[in-house]
């Protein structure tokens, strides 16, 4: 059974930083892409960053330049590294992976259970 377990998260002040990682362990035969997304109090669930299996990367506009998405391939991990975090960026921050599990000829999409951001003076 495929799971994606985060860490990482916590409370920092404005313009501090943080770095959250995501685990993901199971019969995994391919991972195609992994990402993150967030969701604040009252607000949808948003995209933030993604990586793709060819190191391809694609960003939210209100994160582009201070936050950075990278991938351990031999770990199956995906990191988050943000910096000069606002207070807008409080919220909850979910890890996806788009992977296919052994023995099966499809892929499916995955969810971690979350980790809090805080930022706040």
């Known amino acids: 059974q495929v799971q994606l377990v985060e860490s990482g998260g916590g409370s920092v002040q404005p313009g501090g930083s943080l770095r959250v990682s995501c685990a993901t362990s199971?019969?995994?035969?391919?991972?195609?892409?992994m990402g993150w997304y967030r969701q604040a109090p009252g607000k949808q669930r948003e995209l933030v960053a993604r990586?793709?299996?060819?190191?391809?990367?694609t960003y939210a506009g209100s994160v582009k330049g201070r936050f950075t998405i990278s991938r351990d391939n031999a770990k199956n991990t995906v990191y988050l590294q943000m910096n000069s975090l606002k207070p807008e960026d409080t919220a909850v921050y979910y890890c996806?992976?788009?992977?296919?599990?052994?023995?099966?000829?499809?892929?499916?999409?995955?969810w971690g259970q979350g980790t809090q951001v805080t930022v706040s003076s």
């Open positions: 996806s992976a788009n992977l296919r599990e052994v023995g099966r000829t499809s892929s499916n999409n995955y």
């Open positions: 990586i793709f299996s060819d190191s391809s990367t």
């Open positions: 199971g019969s995994i035969a391919s991972i195609f892409a």
